[in-house]
Antibody
């Protein structure tokens, strides 16, 4: 069954580094038309894209977060990882792992993980 | 960054009503516009890609239209399971991808 599963600490202290892992099952992480990313949603707010990676290592980061974010892929484990440094309360959010399917110039999020709440406190 | 503005931010409607949600881009984005449905406490669900392509399993009462800067999501006959928040997302620029602020559809 096609599935994305996020894992990581639910509580992170201010100024520390948030680390999350997404495990992909039921799909190849090395498909050329698939990109993998992280999207977050602060409590009661909207969706915010933060980073995307292709299995070849090409990365895209939200400019305002670029200095603090690292996204990586481990194809042998079918995992995508996110590290966000120097966190503050503003980074408290549900973090979703997602697959972005690329077709005819359009990046479309066709698969979402269930999300994991990370609280900075 | 391309800004995406949804309107209204919320609406109240009854079962059977026709509902239209608008998404406007701050610059032209062709048809690189996608729609998602999110129910409380759940991950978003893909509805429509490339402005008007209905995803597999999505009921035909949902439809999308538009190009350039103005897009609409229409629910032709609102059903109880459609009460949710709807988001648009542009991918004209991959850096950064941006979402609209969301439209919450509530029961009247």
């Amino acid at each position: 069954q096609l599935q994305l599963q996020e894992s990581g600490p639910g509580l992170v202290k201010p100024s520390e580094t948030l680390s999350l892992t997404c495990t992909v099952s039921g799909a190849s992480i090395t498909s050329d038309n698939d990109y993998w990313g992280w999207i977050r949603q602060p409590p009661g707010e909207g969706l915010e894209w933060i980073a995307t990676i292709h299995h070849t290592g090409v990365t895209y980061y939200k400019p305002s977060l670029k200095s603090r974010i690292t996204i990586s892929v481990d194809t042998s484990k079918s995992q995508i990882s996110l590290r966000l440094s120097s966190v503050t309360a503003a980074d408290t959010a549900v973090y979703y792992c997602a697959r972005l399917s690329y077709a005819s110039g359009n990046y479309y999020i066709d698969l979402w993980g269930q999300g994991t709440l990370v609280t900075v406190s | 960054d391309i800004q995406m503005t949804q309107s209204p931010s919320s609406l109240s409607a009854s079962v059977g009503d026709r509902v239209t949600i608008t998404c406007r881009a701050s610059q032209t984005i062709g048809i690189y516009l996608n729609w998602y449905q999110q129910k409380a406490g759940k991950a978003p669900k893909p509805l429509i890609s490339a402005a008007s392509t209905l995803q597999s399993g999505v009921p035909s009462r949902f439809s999308g239209s538009g190009s350039g800067t103005d897009f609409t999501l229409t629910i032709s006959s609102l059903q109880p399971e459609d009460f949710a928040t709807y988001y648009c997302q542009q991918s004209y620029t991959t850096l950064p991808l941006t979402f609209g602020g969301g439209t919450k559809v509530e029961i009247k």
